[in-house]
């Protein structure tokens, strides 16, 4: 029976006896037409097998495209790793974008400023947006009583640690000190104390890289560098003294540091050669005068 034929029997049959109407389905070698195996299906349980087979490769293909990496290679869908990449880009240029902008808006301000040109609108936005908010900030950065008290306890407290310059030479007698000190360095005294010439410590010939230690016990009160004298480190020492270590090169120690006599500060550096080579300038002070470290340190 062909397909023509069968199908015009299948359209001319009610649709309940088409679906109660078993079919057998035989599968034959078309050499020897030997049949392989076969079975029968009603109309009904075709519908079924054909439902439940498209339902099984729908659900199979979602699974795939969902949660397996085989999706990468569909068209329409990308990499979570490359969206997360591409978000990620697009902050940074965001980012980029708003400095770009802040940096050229100062470029035209600070070009306005030195040309002595007018700021025109942006000049006028900062100065209302300034007037707005000083109240707030005043008001938020009022001092209470208290905050007065501790700043005048912390002045007071700053006040022992400064160093003053005298305006006349130093007094012929020097003041008592009774410490021991150590030689912060030893070497040759390049440049002698002279407070006429407001040189208020000496020049000790070293090299480079050679350790300088505290001349008495103590406490780091700074530490800090400068452009014409390197590192420079102060001590303060019983008996409102105070020990500085200029030109070094290397520090080993911070500010509010507890050091001992003889303890490496730093190393000699080479911030100010001039002509005399690498040295440490040392400078002696008591009771906020300088005083000449000779009279109480052998170099």
């Known amino acids: 029976m062909n397909w023509k034929h069968w199908w015009s029997q299948l359209r001319s049959r009610p649709m309940r006896e088409v679906m109660r109407h078993k079919h057998t389905f035989v599968v034959m070698d078309t050499a020897t037409f030997k049949e392989k195996f076969s079975f029968q299906l009603s109309g009904t349980q075709l519908f079924v097998a054909v439902g439940i087979a498209m339902i099984v490769l729908v659900a199979l293909t979602t699974v795939l495209i969902a949660f397996t990496p085989l999706r990468e290679f569909i068209p329409g869908y990308t990499d979570a790793r490359t969206v997360q990449q591409t978000y990620d880009n697009a902050r940074r240029v965001d980012s980029l974008s708003a400095r770009v902008e802040q940096q050229e808006w100062m470029l035209r301000t600070m070009r306005a400023v030195l040309s002595g040109e007018d700021l025109g609108r942006e000049a006028d936005s900062v100065r209302r947006d300034t007037m707005s908010t000083l109240p707030a900030v005043a008001k938020a950065y009022r001092r209470s009583k ?20 005298p305006s006349a030479p130093a007094a012929e007698a020097s003041p008592a000190i009774m410490h021991l000190f150590f030689a912060p360095l030893k070497g040759k005294v390049l440049n002698p104390y002279g407070p006429g010439e407001k040189h208020y410590g000496v020049d000790i010939a070293g090299a480079v890289s050679q350790p300088v230690s505290a001349a008495y016990s103590g406490t780091v009160v700074s530490a800090n560098f400068t452009a014409d004298a390197g590192y420079v480190v102060s001590l303060q020492h019983p008996g409102n003294v105070i020990t500085v270590y200029r030109n070094l090169g290397t520090l080993l120690k911070r500010q509010g540091d507890a050091v001992r006599a003889a303890e490496p500060l730093g190393y000699v550096g080479n911030a100010d050669f001039r002509e005399q080579g690498p040295y440490l300038h040392f400078e002696l002070w008591v009771n906020g005068s300088p005083v000449n470290p000779i009279e109480y340190i052998s170099f």
């Open 146 to 165: 208290e905050d007065s008290l501790l700043r005048l306890e912390v002045e007071r407290e700053d006040s022992r640690y400064q160093l003053k310059t």
